[in-house]
Each structure stands twice: as C-alpha cells, then as structure tokens.
C-alpha cells in the first residue's frame, strides 16, 4: 500500500480527533502529510547570552529554570499568567505564559519544573524594569529531537485548535517512519548528473533543513522534479499528436487564399503574414499541426485562423471552428460565413440552440462532406456529430476548454491539424506548462488605424461624474459597459451588479434602456442580452466579468470597472479590450480606491501600457501564477514548491531534460524508467489526458 492510501491516523501520536483536524487542512493520507509544506522557517540556532539580550530583538536563548511562579491576572480572573525566571550564568530574563482555565495547573506548569533547561524564542520587551518574552516559543532541550527551538524551525499553515507543535511532532514522526520508503521518480542517471539531492533527504530538508545552504538544494531538487514531470507529459503529448504517420498533408495552394484576402477591407499586419506562413508550413507537413495563436485583443487572429480553414477546405478537407459561447460562433459565422460563400465553399453554423430540422441538415452535410468549414459551439463534438474528412480544427478563446476537450475536437478525424486561439497574453513561463506541448505564434501587432483606448482612474468619490460622461456618450448614440467584482453586496463590498443595475436603471440612468449580465444567469438568458446589447437594443450592459471574452460591439466606447484593484491586471485588459472596436474614440475608466501597495501599483500598470503582453508579465509579478487565469480549470498545473515567477531557469533546463528523455524513451518502457512513469501518471496523468499515449 502506498504513502497515498496509508491514512494518517498511523502516524504515531495522531487519534481519531487529530485526525479529523487535520483533514480540515486537506489531510488524510501519509502523503498529504508530508506534503503539507512550510510556508516560512524560524532561525533559533544563535543562541544569544542572556546579559546581551536587548529590547525590542528578536533572540533564541537557553539557560536554566531557576523559580516558577503561577497565579491569576488580576484584571482576568480566567486567565493563569505563569512566570519562569531563566538564568545562563551570565544573566536572567523573566518568562511569562498566559493561558486561560484558572482552576487547574497551566500547561507551562505541567511541563516546566525548576532546573529544568529551557531554549525560549521570541521578541525582548520590558515591564518597565526588567527585559521579558511574554508567550514565547520554548522547549525543553533534555527532548530527544529539538523540533522548536534551537534549529531552523518550519512554521506550517495550521487549524483551528492544532497546536503548530502537534503537527510538527506528527511530520517528525512521518519523516522518521516512512521517508526512507519515499519513492525517488528521477532516474539515478540524472540525479547523479544534475548534482541532485535524492528524494527520500529533500523531502526532510523542506521540513526540519539543517541549513539555509541544505534548504535550498532541497527547493532545488524539488523545484526541478515539478518542472520535469509536467515538461515530461508535455513532451509525450506532444511527440504522439506529431507522430509523422498520422498527420495530414494539406495541398500547397494559395490561390483561394489570396482571394480572400482580397475581400478584406484592410491589408494584413506583417504579424498576420508571419503567423499565417508559419501556419501553411505546419499544415503542408506530414505530421500533425498544434500551434497555439497568441494575440492581444483585436490583433487579427480570427482572420489568421479563416486563412487555415479555407486552405483546409482548398484541399479537399472540412475544417472546424469551436467557440465557447452561442453569441461568438454566431459573431464569427457573421462575419466569415459569407466571404467563405463568394469564395465557393459552403460553410454552417452549428450551435444549441437551432431548429431540429436545421441541426439533422448541417450534420448530414458534415457527414457527407458537403459542408466545408462549420463554425460552433462544443455541439461540434457531440457524439451524434461525424466528419466525413476534418482536416482542420480550430479552437477558439483556448483557455475556456480542457485538455479533454480539446482532445475530443481532433478525435472526429483522422488526427487533423490542430489551431488553438488565446487573447489571454501568456508570460513566457506560464506559456511553456500550460501550453508546452503546442508550438507557439504570438501575434504582436493591431491592425493599422484602430485607436488606443484611453484609460482612466478615479476615485469612487467621482462616481457621479462618471455617470455623467457615461449619459453624454449614451445619448450621443454609443454604448457602454459598466463591470463589477460581484454577482451580489456582501459585507464587505457594494460593489454587486445585481443592486447597482436596480439602483442605476432608476436613477443616474433613467430614460435609458439598461440590461444585467451575470454568471448566475442560465445560457439562454446571457446568450439574449449580449444578443439585445450588440444588436442596439440596449444602451447600457451592467455585468460582471463574464463579458471580457467575446462579443464584438463597435458602437460601445465606453468601460466602467467599479472597485478595479479587485482584479487581476490581465482580466482588466481584457475588460479595457471590450471597447475601442469601432471608429470612435474609446474610454475605460477605472474606478478604484486602492489601499495596498499592490493594488495601486495594478491601476498604474494599466496607465502606463496597453500591451498586454507588459501587463500578463506584471500580473504574474504583482499576484503570482495561482491567480493569472482566476481558476485552476484552465490548465495551470499545481506546483507545491515551484514558483512560475522566480524558477524559469530551472524550467527551461527541466524542459530541455524531459524533451532530451523522451527522444531516447518515447514510450517510458525502459526499466530505468518504471518509476517515473508511475509518478508521471499520477501527478499529470489525468490533466494532460495521458493514459492512452504511454
């Protein structure tokens, strides 16, 4: 039975009840114990003599109980404060515990006799005549291991009613009991060529290091089997989906693609031409395509991924394209469908919501062939849906759909090309885990003549002058977006766009034809507003964040973000990328009144660039990777001690190891390599869909 399946409760010294406490914490197996981290470390190894304490510093000392005193607080009667005088030969210093239930001995009292040696920690004060620690961390040195004083201490994220002590004991005990038996998933060959610490001891060190040197080699090691493991799945994934004898091979013809460009009211950004030639280069190949188009809002990319699909459809396969909502598929048909028509393919839309009759007719024609590119929502891979030759297949706004998703996409065909669209900018570092496995285009240009959307920030005490521009642009006969952090108040925020729109549609925006978005609102009923909003039908859209992705409404200049040091910088971007799509001139206004360092530093960063691919790399500074995509369902992997913002040179050097391994072991059926590929498939297995590739 492994470290997974062994419960806690065989850890010595941990019951039932501790048990229970500590699953609160996500803690049920051996390995989730030795799993749980520190978040920082105490240095108690300098011990300071007890006549060089000084005020105010904060100190390890040592020496021996020379009195114990004990009594109740005179102004708490429920309180014990308990007194310990420490001598080491060259001075004294006061000890003072305070513990509550006054009617039998304190916990210090039980534990502490006269004589005894103690090792205290914590900050010198003074009671006006003396230096004291008051509650300091202490031990008794006569224990067999000092766990809590004396040493670099860990300091764990802890529960409600779980001494830090308890747990501590419990990882010694762990560590002792069942380290040895720690698998080690790195082949011997690149521990030893890579100076690497061996599991079973980095695992210790993390815990209880001996010192700062031995502390960070265990990161080290640690940080480095992270990073190989997710780069090792990657490589898999990426060396089967590009299996030369499954690929398919697209004609080299850009006759019809150069018609369609000439049906284009503007010419192509040198960022367009490039990512198009590298696109036409994968699909003539023999292996399969999977490229990833990287591009900040309005840079082209939809135009790119047209090009792929009409080369598609030139030689004599049906091509794809799957968007994560109804209303943008039917935006992209829109604005597609009918230049594919002049071109003399025959194109569809497939979503939900349509007609029986109409679904049954584009299914069948997809079956046959006779439609050449379909434009949908995940309605193209339902089960019922067949391709009779899909040579192509794009997916747009990538970071909406799984990996299983995506998987199921390119399942109804023969492994066609794969074209995977995001206008998230992604860091560099977040690129190489999240999308390692896809070659990478970034589009780095915006189309010529599109105006820059001009950002301002002010305080909620402006408010009502706000509203007032957000009317004089209304009724001049644009639109405008105003976004808020919640669905709903709490206490600790007004900032809900349920009683913002009852409250604005009665009064600052009387007369004026107001509609609400939210994420609590089923499909069909935000799939009609956003319809009513593009349409005109509406004047002003109050919502939350749910319309950052998507929808294309050129009339709309203006975007409200109320309490906007709440978000992240990349979804501000995206929110700010919401308008500037027409001719007129374009605002997004910030309003915020941020009261950290951090939050101010995000409403400068949006003053200062419209870059998004500054402000992703900001972002993942100023709020780290766990937040860069707000949930983990899009795709960024779960690192215990890796940091995305500080390790990239470690990445790409495990990158490199992995890549280097696969091209020697493609299938991981060496012997050597037996425990690694359980490890992989166990931590990266079910993210990265690899049961069936190795």
């Given at each position: 039975?492994?470290?997974?399946?062994?419960?806690v409760?065989?850890?010595k010294?941990?019951?039932?009840?501790?048990?229970?406490?500590?699953?609160?914490?996500?803690?049920?197996?051996?390995?989730?114990?030795?799993?749980?981290?520190?978040?920082?470390?105490q240095d108690?190894?300098?011990?300071?003599?007890?006549?060089?304490?000084?005020?105010?510093?904060?100190?390890?000392?040592?020496?021996?109980?020379?009195?114990?005193?004990?009594?109740r607080?005179?102004?708490?009667?429920?309180?014990?404060?308990?007194?310990?005088i420490?001598?080491?030969?060259?001075?004294?210093?006061?000890?003072?515990?305070?513990?509550?239930?006054?009617?039998?001995?304190?916990?210090?009292r039980?534990?502490?006799?006269v004589?005894?040696?103690?090792?205290?920690?914590?900050?010198?004060?003074?009671?006006?005549?003396?230096?004291?620690?008051?509650?300091?961390?202490?031990?008794?040195?006569?224990?067999?291991?000092?766990?809590?004083?004396?040493?670099?201490?860990?300091?764990y994220p802890?529960?409600?009613?779980?001494?830090?002590?308890?747990?501590?004991?419990?990882?010694w005990?762990?560590?002792?009991?069942?380290?040895?038996?720690?698998?080690?998933?790195?082949?011997?060959?690149?521990?030893?060529?890579?100076?690497l610490?061996p599991?079973?001891?980095?695992?210790?060190?993390?815990?209880?290091?001996?010192?700062?040197?031995?502390?960070?080699?265990?990161?080290?090691?640690?940080?480095?089997?992270?990073?190989?493991?997710?780069?090792?799945?990657?490589?898999?994934?990426?060396?089967?989906?590009?299996?030369?004898?499954?690929?398919?091979?697209?004609?080299?013809d850009?006759?019809?693609?150069?018609?369609?460009?000439?049906?284009?009211?503007?010419?192509?950004?040198r960022?367009?031409?490039?990512?198009?030639?590298?696109?036409?280069?994968?699909?003539?190949?023999?292996?399969?395509?999977?490229?990833?188009?990287?591009?900040?809002?309005?840079?082209?990319k939809?135009?790119?991924?047209?090009?792929a699909?009409?080369?598609?459809?030139?030689?004599?396969?049906?091509?794809?394209?799957?968007?994560?909502?109804?209303?943008?598929?039917?935006?992209?048909?829109?604005s597609?469908?009918?230049?594919?028509?002049?071109?003399?393919?025959?194109?569809?839309?497939?979503?939900?919501?349509?007609?029986?009759?109409?679904?049954?007719?584009?299914?069948?024609?997809?079956?046959?062939?006779?439609?050449?590119?379909?434009?949908?929502?995940?309605?193209?891979?339902?089960?019922?849906?067949?391709?009779?030759?899909?040579?192509?297949?794009?997916?747009?706004?990538?970071?909406?759909?799984?990996?299983?998703?995506?998987?199921?996409?390119?399942?109804?065909?023969?492994?066609?090309?794969?074209?995977?669209?995001?206008?998230t900018?992604?860091?560099?570092?977040?690129?190489?885990?999240?999308?390692?496995?896809?070659?990478?285009?970034?589009?780095?240009?915006?189309?010529?003549?599109r105006?820059?959307?001009?950002?301002?920030?002010?305080?909620?005490?402006?408010?009502?002058?706000?509203?007032?521009?957000?009317?004089?642009?209304?009724?001049?006969?644009r639109?405008?977006?105003?976004?808020?952090?919640?669905?709903?108040?709490?206490?600790t925020?007004?900032?809900?766009?349920?009683?913002?729109?009852?409250?604005?549609?009665?009064?600052?925006?009387?007369?004026?034809?107001?509609?609400?978005?939210?994420?609590?609102?089923?499909?069909?009923?935000?799939?009609?507003?956003?319809?009513?909003?593009?349409?005109?039908?509406?004047?002003?859209?109050?919502?939350?964040?749910?319309?950052?992705?998507?929808?294309?409404?050129?009339?709309?200049t203006?975007?409200?973000?109320?309490?906007?040091?709440?978000?992240?910088?990349?979804?501000?971007?995206q929110?700010?990328?919401?308008?500037?799509?027409?001719?007129?001139?374009?605002?997004?206004?910030?309003?915020?009144?941020?009261?950290?360092?951090e939050?101010?530093?995000?409403?400068?960063?949006?003053?200062?660039?419209?870059?998004?691919?500054?402000?992703?790399?900001?972002?993942?500074?100023?709020?780290?990777?766990?937040?860069f995509?707000g949930?983990?369902?899009?795709?960024?992997?779960?690192?215990?001690?890796?940091?995305l913002?500080?390790?990239?040179?470690?990445?790409v050097?495990a990158?490199?190891?992995?890549?280097?391994?696969?091209?020697?072991d493609?299938?991981?059926?060496?012997?050597?390599?037996?425990?690694?590929?359980d490890?992989?498939?166990?931590?990266f297995?079910?993210?990265?869909?690899l049961?069936?590739?190795?």
């Amino acid at each position: 039975m492994g470290l997974e399946e062994t419960s806690v409760e065989k850890v010595k010294g941990i019951g039932a009840a501790r048990a229970k406490q500590l699953e609160r914490l996500g803690i049920r197996s051996v390995d989730d114990l030795l799993n749980h981290l520190p978040r920082r470390y105490q240095d108690m190894r300098q011990i300071v003599p007890l006549a060089q304490v000084k005020l105010q510093d904060t100190v390890t000392v040592r020496g021996q109980v020379m009195a114990l005193q004990e009594r109740r607080a005179q102004r708490r009667q429920n309180l014990i404060l308990t007194k310990a005088i420490l001598s080491d030969g060259s001075g004294q210093l006061n000890l003072i515990w305070f513990t509550r239930g006054w009617r039998t001995p304190s916990f210090i009292r039980q534990q502490v006799r006269v004589g005894a040696t103690l090792v205290a920690y914590g900050k010198i004060e003074t009671d006006g005549s003396q230096f004291l620690l008051k509650n300091p961390i202490w031990e008794a040195v006569s224990e067999e291991n000092s766990l809590h004083t004396g040493r670099l201490v860990p300091v764990y994220p802890l529960t409600e009613n779980l001494p830090v002590k308890i747990l501590r004991r419990a990882i010694w005990q762990a560590l002792d009991d069942y380290g040895p038996a720690l698998a080690d998933a790195l082949p011997p060959s690149l521990i030893s060529s890579r100076g690497l610490m061996p599991r079973p001891a980095a695992v210790r060190q993390l815990h209880f290091p001996d010192s700062w040197e031995q502390l960070e080699r265990a990161r080290r090691r640690i940080i480095f089997e992270e990073f190989f493991l997710l780069q090792l799945g990657l490589a898999v994934r990426k060396r089967w989906l590009k299996a030369p004898e499954k690929g398919v091979s697209h004609r080299d013809d850009g006759v019809l693609a150069g018609k369609f460009y000439s049906l284009l009211p503007y010419e192509l950004t040198r960022s367009q031409k490039r990512a198009i030639g590298e696109i036409f280069a994968d699909m003539e190949a023999t292996r399969p395509m999977q490229r990833l188009i990287q591009g900040d809002v309005g840079s082209g990319k939809t135009v790119v991924a047209a090009a792929a699909l009409i080369k598609a459809a030139a030689s004599g396969y049906q091509g794809a394209l799957m968007a994560p909502t109804e209303i943008l598929a039917e935006q992209h048909f829109a604005s597609l469908g009918g230049k594919f028509a002049a071109l003399g393919i025959r194109p569809a839309l497939l979503v939900g919501g349509l007609p029986r009759a109409r679904r049954e007719e584009i299914v069948a024609g997809l079956a046959s062939g006779e439609i050449q590119i379909v434009i949908g929502t995940q309605a193209l891979i339902q089960e019922a849906v067949a391709f009779a030759r899909l040579g192509l297949a794009v997916v747009d706004e990538q970071h909406r759909f799984g990996v299983r998703q995506r998987a199921g996409f390119k399942a109804k065909g023969q492994a066609p090309d794969l074209l995977v669209m995001t206008a998230t900018p992604i860091p560099r570092t977040l690129a190489l885990c999240v999308y390692g496995d896809l070659d990478i285009t970034v589009l780095d240009e915006l189309p010529p003549g599109r105006r820059q959307v001009l950002t301002k920030f002010v305080s909620a005490l402006r408010r009502e002058k706000v509203y007032a521009f957000v009317r004089g642009q209304v009724a001049a006969g644009r639109q405008a977006y105003l976004v808020y952090p919640l669905v709903e108040e709490t206490e600790t925020s007004q900032a809900g766009a349920v009683e913002a729109f009852e409250n604005l549609r009665r009064g600052a925006f009387a007369g004026f034809k107001v509609g609400l978005l939210h994420g609590r609102l089923s499909s069909a009923e935000k799939e009609d507003t956003m319809r009513a909003f593009r349409d005109g039908q509406l004047q002003i859209l109050v919502a939350t964040t749910v319309v950052e992705v998507g929808v294309n409404v050129p009339n709309a200049t203006v975007m409200v973000v109320e309490e906007a040091d709440r978000f992240g910088l990349a979804q501000l971007h995206q929110l700010r990328g919401r308008v500037g799509r027409g001719q007129d001139q374009s605002y997004c206004i910030l309003v915020a009144d941020p009261s950290t360092p951090e939050g101010r530093a995000r409403m400068q960063a949006m003053l200062e660039t419209s870059d998004g691919f500054r402000i992703a790399e900001a972002d993942l500074r100023l709020r780290g990777p766990g937040e860069f995509f707000g949930t983990r369902q899009h795709g960024l992997p779960e690192l215990r001690v890796a940091d995305l913002t500080r390790d990239l040179e470690q990445l790409v050097e495990a990158r490199r190891a992995a890549f280097a391994l696969i091209q020697a072991d493609p299938d991981l059926s060496s012997p050597e390599h037996k425990t690694l590929r359980d490890a992989l498939l166990k931590r990266f297995g079910e993210r990265l869909a690899l049961a069936d590739l190795i």
